[in-house]
């Protein structure tokens, strides 16, 4: 009933804007991305974070775990295992990931990479020590 | 419609109000004042519910530090140091400045002698503190490195003697660590229980920055404007020594002024080193002793201290961490 | 109201200063009461003063619109406190792209778009507008943009309720004699400027 009413407050050509406009958002939404980008990089073993570093700078870690050692590989924003002493190598089939909230995980060797973070409102720290 | 609109005018103001309150509940307090004192400037930190009493709080902060100064800095004629240098004789000095010296001195006998308390003539020498300063013939040092060491002062009580009348004490390496501390402890006195105190990057934190931890960049020792790496940390002190804060520069070559006794030249295996312990005046002691043990040295002397931990980072950039950082560094 | 006596053009043009100032009166009040207001995020302003901004340009034209705009950006600024810093420079941006889209969109449209149209141009506009400039002159990151398709849904949400809120308006002042137009009163003919 309320849209109705609403409706009839809009002309033809108004009706015409709304829609094109929540088109364009709608193609806004699918163009970005249906997730953030995340920020940080995080690692970690039974619940403890093991290594840490932001999703923007290259680097190739060694991580260390029961099995051996499995390397993951930071570039161009993304994330993934390029190397695992597990059996199956599903780790490495998981690809990159970039998004926020996204995972991959070597079970064999006990290691869940995970990104987190967005751009913080929150100054990174709060003294600096020199 | 007249009995509607009074009632929506009502529910109006009623949810104004709500906003208006919220405004004021959501912000917690934080107070931030800073003076230049100890030839740096000086920045103290409160967060808390009370205005009023954080104001108070924070300048009795300052007057203890204030109070550290007039007792060990050399440039007052009347202080501790000061008449200590003075006389050739024992002389009597408070009871902080005791403390002060003993804590050094067990920190000196740790570290092997590279903490020392007695490089008064050696940093005169060099003229670090003045205008020209300049890099001394190997001749000039040689005298100034006599008598120097863990055992060149003599401490009974409140009473120091000097192992040699010329012997110049400079508090540099750990007094500012202990005004900090006595700045922390006027704090928690005055009822602060989250609070930061930095003293031209010597810090203390007490508690946490409510409900996170305080996060503590480490100045890069080579590029000004970039952090190393950022610790969250809380109820704990931070000093950092490094080749980058106070020098001059020679024919291209950089002298800084930590330096290491053994030799009478600036130590040269590290370009920083970061210490956490429980107290800054022993961070600041441990930090300096660190600096000129060098990587792998100053990590194991720091490892055999109890409470302290230590980010070094060498003459070629590597980075070391002792044990207990490991986990708990996030690199930027 | 209207007297036989007096001519109707400078009394139409009187009466015009008059209300355009006191549109700019209600659309400052507007803008301080949005500041006032909790905001969801940063940035995601509900415009209300904008109904003012719609009403102005439907009853008097698009140089109307044009000074009830930067007038309420002005002087709001200056009642909030915060002129000149990048939260005023934001809403100046917003409000000039907002305004020079509505206006246009009308003297385009003409009689086929009504407030709603408008306004709802106006409020993408709006957004659009101080978005560019947050990342022009504020934060030079890529990731800004990924708040962009929230930002024009919002912006085209409060577009919609603010020109429903004009409508209305438009609709109550229109009933009362003190807006008929020049034309109108010479002609002795009741009309209105748009459906």
Not at chain 2, 242 to 260: C, K, W
Request: charged share 20%; proline share 5%; net charge neutral.
């Amino acid at each position: 009933m309320a849209l109705a009413a609403l409706l009839r407050r809009m002309t033809p050509l108004d009706r015409l804007i709304v829609l094109v406009l929540l088109l364009a958002s709608a193609a806004a939404f699918a163009l970005i991305g249906h997730g953030p980008r995340g920020t940080r990089v995080v690692v970690e073993r039974q619940g403890q974070v093991i290594f840490s570093a932001p999703l923007g700078v290259d680097r190739t870690v060694t991580l260390n775990g029961p099995l051996g050692e499995t390397q993951l590989r930071i570039r161009d924003g993304h994330a993934g295992i390029i190397s695992s002493p597990c059996a199956h190598k599903v780790c490495i089939g998981m690809g990159q990931i970039a998004q926020q909230g996204e995972l991959l995980a070597c079970v064999p060797n006990d290691l869940l990479v995970r990104i987190e973070g967005q751009e913080a409102e929150e100054p990174s720290h709060d003294l600096i020590s020199r | 419609m007249s009995l509607n609109r009074p009632l929506v005018i009502l529910l109006l103001f009623g949810v104004l109000a709500l906003f208006a309150l919220q405004q004021c509940r959501d912000k917690p307090q934080s107070l931030s004042r800073s003076r230049l004192l100890m030839g740096t400037v000086v920045e103290i930190t409160v967060l808390g519910d009370a205005p009023e009493g954080l104001e108070g709080a924070v300048t009795e902060a300052f007057a203890a530090l204030e109070r550290v100064e007039q007792l060990m800095s050399a440039h007052f004629s009347n202080s501790d140091v000061a008449r200590l240098n003075a006389s050739g004789e024992a002389v009597e000095v408070s009871p902080e400045t005791a403390a002060v010296l003993a804590l050094g001195q067990r920190i000196a006998e740790a570290s092997g002698g590279t903490f020392d308390m007695t490089l008064g003539r050696l940093i005169q020498l060099w003229g670090m503190e003045t205008a020209e300063p300049h890099v001394p013939d190997p001749a000039e040092i040689a005298p100034t490195l006599m008598d120097i060491g863990p055992r060149a002062l003599r401490i009974e009580g409140t009473r120091i003697s000097k192992r040699a009348p010329d012997l110049q004490v400079d508090l540099g390496g750990i007094a500012k660590g202990y005004a900090v501390d006595q700045a922390i402890e006027a704090l928690r006195r005055a009822g602060v229980t989250h609070a930061s105190v930095n003293a031209g990057g010597d810090i203390r934190l007490l508690g946490d920055r409510q409900g996170r931890p305080w996060r503590i960049g480490i100045q890069h020792p080579r590029h000004a404007q970039t952090i190393l790496v950022t610790l969250e940390l809380e109820q704990v002190a931070v000093v950092t020594s490094g080749d980058y804060e106070r020098f001059f520069e020679r024919d291209g070559i950089r002298y800084h002024h930590l330096f290491d006794p053994r030799s009478g030249f600036p130590a040269r295996l590290c370009q920083s080193v970061t210490v956490l312990a429980p107290s800054a005046a022993e961070a600041d002691a441990l930090a300096t002793a660190a600096f000129v043990l060098g990587p792998e040295a100053g990590l194991s002397f720091i490892a055999s201290w109890p409470h302290a931990e230590a980010l070094l980072v060498a003459a070629d950039g590597r980075r070391l961490l002792s044990d207990g950082l490991k986990d708990r560094v996030k690199w930027p | 109201m209207t007297s036989s006596a007096v001519d109707p053009q400078l009394l139409a043009r009187v009466r015009r200063r008059i209300f355009l100032a006191l549109f700019i009166a209600l659309a400052v009040a507007l803008h301080t009461l949005e500041f006032l207001l909790p905001s969801p995020a940063p940035w995601f302003r509900l415009g209300f003063a904008n109904i003012l901004t719609l009403t102005a340009l439907f009853l008097y034209g698009g140089r109307a619109a044009w000074v009830v705009t930067l007038a309420r950006v002005g002087i709001g600024s200056l009642v909030v406190g915060n002129l000149f810093s990048p939260g005023f420079l934001l809403s100046l941006c917003g409000g000039i792209t907002a305004t020079a889209l509505m206006t246009s969109a009308r003297a385009l449209g003409g009689r086929h778009i009504g407030p709603v149209g408008v306004s709802a141009l106006g409020a993408v506009g709006h957004a659009a507008g101080q978005l560019f400039v947050a990342w022009l002159v504020l934060v030079r990151h890529a990731g800004l943009w990924q708040l962009f398709p929230f930002f024009l849904l919002f912006a085209l949400g409060t577009g919609i309720a603010n020109g429903i809120a004009a409508d209305l308006l438009l609709e109550l002042l229109r009933s009362h004699s003190a807006f008929r137009t020049p034309v109108a009163a010479e002609n002795g003919l009741e009309s209105r400027i748009s459906p």
